[in-house]
């Protein structure tokens, strides 16, 4: 369906959207919100005031149907000829490094050489002569660099 095909009635049956849909189609080209909408306000035949005091409405509707893309430097267009990009970041500080192969002689592990300590030698109980509470940097002075110098 062609804008020029459209009869008065039809025109005023359509919303903003649905011709500025059709405008952008026939272009093929982006078009400046302002520029879109004069062309709408052409169309309809509607004066300068009119142009003024509906043209945030005009833009809340673009920008809330999924038809219509907003693109740089406020240009719009239809979302059909945008393929939308996609950008993964990838955050992570801790990327794993595959460890480089050691050139040095390892000696493989016998079964001789493996630990022979039992299960309760490896938890560490503290016992009475442990002074648990007692704070190892209670002692501790922190001297400023002006106080330095009168050492």
């Known amino acids: 369906m062609k804008i020029k095909d459209l009869t008065e009635e039809d025109l005023e049956t ?3 959207d649905d011709i500025g849909y059709l405008i952008l189609k026939e272009s093929g080209k982006k078009m400046k919100i302002n520029d879109l909408f004069k062309e709408i306000c052409h169309i309809l035949n509607y004066d300068e005031s009119s142009f003024m005091d509906h043209i945030t409405d ?3 509707l673009l920008s809330t149907n999924k038809k219509f893309v907003m693109l740089d430097n406020g240009y719009w267009d239809l979302q059909t000829k945008h393929k939308p990009v996609i950008v993964i970041e990838d955050n992570d500080d801790d990327e794993f490094v595959e460890p ?3 050139d040095t ?3 493989p592990v016998s079964d001789d050489d493996e630990d022979t300590t039992s299960g309760e030698d490896i ?3 503290p016992d009475e002569t442990d002074d648990v509470e007692d704070d190892d940097l209670a002692d501790l002075v922190v001297v400023d660099e002006e106080d330095e110098s009168n050492l």
């Open 14 to 16: 359509m919303g903003y």
């Open 58 to 60: 005009f833009f809340e």
């Open 100 to 102: 480089e192969e050691d």
């Open 105 to 107: 002689d390892e000696q």
């Open 123 to 125: 938890f560490y109980e």
